[in-house]
């Protein structure tokens, strides 16, 4: 068996694991959740998913309240200040599970071309010279792909939930940050239509990000806007027209292997930064396609 399909059984077997797991749960979390207030009669997808704060995985030490973030202490996300409910975070798997990428690697469209279908999607990114595409099916396996596009920094994201794809900003109040997934999901019923999304953290602050609402929720930078890059730059497609159209294309490289750094530098005496344009990502669909009038 390739590598390629290697680890996309894995993949679909963590997806399985997630799934099960979710939907295995006792009758014990369904009554924490109807004794915590929340609504299950509009939540019934969601409260099958576990619960991290019914499964141990939010903690206070030494008056400071923690969520858990690996086997290690120093991997655990400090969250005394975060603005979301406790009992609204799923899962808690830790911070490094799914590998998002620092260093991404590309491919040709040719080289591609014997990978992808014609109605597999992507994320399509186009400024100055530089043309690159990110398939649904390796996001979905990294759901963070820190890059670069035309010297600027960009992350090309996706969630599999919430059917999010799309591309952000990394520079933000003129220095660069570094993204990955905490491991958890949260919903609100108010957003998204209760959808789960992904939560992210930046590796520079341990400020965690929560993206159907576009802005960070814990850490140094409470309260920041994300930044979605400007939709003239990209689009949510297919391959067939990355193939029609855009044949200097470079793709992500599928099956990548990825060994999250041990350490990485830290930004001190930030301050909440006031960042300009659209924070929200558009559900997938939303988005026009580049060239489009």
């Not at 390629?4 to 694991?17: G, I, R, T």
């Not at 890059?147 to 939930?161: H, S």
């Not at 029609?244 to 530098?265: G, N, R, V």
Request: with cysteine; proline share 4%; hydrophobic share 35%.
């Amino acid at each position: 068996m390739s590598n390629f399909l290697l680890n996309n059984v894995k993949l679909s077997l963590l997806v399985l694991l997630l799934t099960c797991f979710g939907n295995c749960q006792d009758s014990s979390s369904t009554d924490q959740v109807q004794e915590a207030g929340i609504d299950t009669t509009t939540q019934e997808v969601s409260k099958k998913r576990p619960l991290a704060y019914a499964n141990g995985k939010i903690f206070t030490k030494e008056g400071r309240k923690y969520m858990y973030g690996g086997e290690q202490e120093h991997e655990h996300f400090d969250i005394t200040n975060c603005s979301l409910n406790d009992q609204q975070f799923h899962y808690g798997i830790g911070r490094e599970k799914f590998p998002a990428l620092i260093e991404p690697k590309f491919i040709t469209l040719q080289a591609a071309d014997s990978i992808f279908e014609d109605e597999d999607r992507f994320i399509l990114l186009k400024k100055g010279k530089e043309t690159k595409a990110y398939s649904i099916k390796d996001l979905t396996r990294h759901e963070v792909v820190n890059d670069k596009i035309d010297g600027e920094p960009v992350m090309a994201v996706y969630c599999i939930l919430a059917d999010l794809g799309a591309v952000y900003h990394r520079e933000i109040g003129g220095r660069t940050f570094t993204f990955a997934l905490t491991g958890y999901t949260y919903f609100d019923e108010d957003v998204w239509d209760g959808m789960d999304g992904f939560v992210f953290w930046d590796r520079e602050t341990e400020s965690m990000w929560w993206p159907l609402i576009g802005e960070s929720v814990s850490g140094t930078l409470k309260g920041t806007p994300m930044q979605v890059m400007d939709e003239v730059f990209w689009s949510q497609t297919s391959w067939k027209e990355i193939r029609s159209f855009h044949p200097q294309a470079q793709i992500l490289e599928p099956d990548q292997e990825y060994e999250p750094p041990t350490s990485w530098p830290k930004y001190q005496d930030l301050e909440t930064f006031d960042v300009q344009g659209q924070p929200i990502a558009p559900k997938w669909g939303e988005n026009r396609t580049l060239g489009d009038s």
